[in-house]
């Protein structure tokens, strides 16, 4: 399949040149509101509930609906951009998420709040791995993709810290609604400019789409996802959780079985065959899931045992922000001088041991100190991890399949924001044994000891399955 790229790789600069610095800075921008996004509303969950009357088990499907959409769409969305024009997709999806947010600033009543966080969970499906696309066909592989990737991948992360504070901040001045409507003049630059700097990349000749595998992927996806925020709530046992997950993993065996009769799968098996795209995702589903379930534990030990109010507890986590903008700044120089698998099996082993040096905090202020030298270094640690596996994944592939990896690098990095709570939630819980802060305690600790055994296991997977990964 021939495509006509934003710039071919064989033309492309060795250099940042003021156009593509400006088609990063709208990239980044736009990556960065999605990630704040994420995180923007846990702070306000009280605070909208009483003011529009949510009870309190309808509270969840704030986050719940968001994340829904976000995840399981983003695969189909990917491939859509391939196909039909990345940057139409990019622009479509910002237009949806600007309108989406100021419905959901305006809304008067639950029902209009929750639709409008399925259009934003939409356009977070569509606007991150087109944009991801867009910024690896803009730029060679190599120093400048490598570089574009750190900072994505830095900010991103950041961006996950900024949310929380972000959030406290926005609705102790002003109200809950600004944490929606933040959203609608930064859409509103991108979409100004966007279309003038960046330009379309679209197949010459577009293939059929794989309906029968968008429809068993989206569908096994939504049903996992959704088993998954169950489980949170109503346990791991509870057929809340049990039967969307049997369903969604019946669909996904289905997906499966349809790629490989099809003539134009969505996800062609040869893609998922490649090692450096398995092994890869793998490594970046623990990475996501490991990290933000570390913030969701390092919350409730904050707020819990130490009795930190929400907005301190927030404003804690500055300090691993700084760590994730370091490691993305270091992990293009590391790629560059020693390949993205060492990179990141430095970066995942450092995860490991800072995440596991938690285990030495208390239930004084005595050893409080352990908790910001332990989140920097293990922030550095992630982010190395995080932009390793974005390069690998996306490596290799001819720019016809870039919105097609990026897709799945998306729908990896959200599935394990989506998993992470609840699996450390439900494992601190069932490690609480009594009542008061020692039973707390105990459970949360017995919650890092494991985020810290995933990431060590994760980074002695990708050390085995990764070898001959991306080398430069």
Not at 210 to 233: H, K, N, R, S
Not at 281 to 289: C, M
Not at 349 to 355: N, P
Not at 438 to 451: F, Q, S
Request: glycine share 14%.
């Amino acid at each position: 399949m021939s495509v006509t790229a934003t710039r071919p790789a064989d033309a492309a600069p060795a250099v940042l040149t003021p156009r593509l610095r400006l088609v990063l800075v709208l990239l980044l921008a736009a990556q960065f509101m999605l990630a704040v996004d994420f995180s923007i509303l846990n702070v306000a969950l009280p605070v909208i509930g009483a003011g529009l009357g949510f009870s309190l088990d309808r509270l969840q499907w704030i986050g719940t609906a968001f994340a829904l959409c976000a995840a399981g769409f983003t695969l189909l969305f990917g491939r859509v951009a391939d196909l039909f024009g990345r940057r139409r997709l990019f622009l479509g999806g910002l237009v949806v998420l600007g309108a989406a947010s100021l419905a959901g600033g305006l809304a008067q009543s639950p029902e209009v709040l929750l639709t409008a966080r399925v259009f934003q969970g939409l356009a977070t499906a569509a606007v991150t791995p087109a944009g991801l696309s867009l910024l690896t066909t803009s730029f060679p592989e190599g120093p400048l993709r490598e570089k574009a990737l750190g900072l994505n991948g830095a900010l991103m992360s950041a961006g996950f810290t900024t949310g929380a504070i972000l959030g406290g901040l926005l609705t102790d001045l002003l109200s809950w609604r600004w944490a929606f409507f933040i959203n609608v003049p930064v859409a509103l630059a991108v979409l100004l400019v966007a279309p003038a700097v960046i330009a379309e990349s679209r197949p010459a000749e577009r293939p059929k789409l794989d309906i029968p595998g968008a429809v068993t992927v989206t569908l096994g996806l939504l049903a996992v996802i959704l088993g998954l925020t169950q489980a949170g709530e109503h346990g791991w046992g509870a057929p809340a959780t049990l039967l969307p997950l049997a369903a969604g993993a019946v669909l996904l065996g289905v997906f499966a079985a349809v790629e490989r009769r099809v003539s134009a799968p969505l996800v062609p098996p040869r893609v998922l065959g490649r090692r450096s795209v398995a092994w890869g995702n793998l490594a970046g589903l623990i990475a996501f899931l490991t990290e933000t379930s570390l913030v969701f534990l390092l919350t409730l030990y904050l707020q819990e045992v130490l009795g930190f109010s929400p907005l301190a507890a927030g404003l804690s986590f500055g300090v691993l922000g700084a760590g994730t903008v370091v490691g993305g700044a270091l992990a293009p120089r590391l790629i560059g001088r020693f390949g993205a698998t060492r990179t990141l099996l430095a970066g995942g082993l450092t995860q490991a041991v800072f995440t596991a040096a938690l285990l030495g905090l208390g239930t004084g202020h005595a050893s409080l100190w352990l908790l910001p030298a332990a989140t920097f270094a293990g922030g550095v640690g992630n982010m190395l991890v995080i932009v390793g596996f974005m390069v690998t994944a996306t490596s290799g592939l001819a720019d016809g399949e870039q919105g097609l990896a990026t897709g799945l690098a998306t729908m990896t990095q959200q599935i394990g924001i989506t998993m992470g709570t609840p699996v450390m939630s439900a494992v601190a819980t069932a490690a609480m044994t009594g009542t008061g802060t020692l039973a707390v305690l105990g459970g949360l600790k017995t919650a890092i000891a494991l985020n810290a055994a995933l990431a060590l296991a994760g980074t002695v997977g990708s050390a085995v399955f990764l070898r001959k990964a991306h080398r430069r």
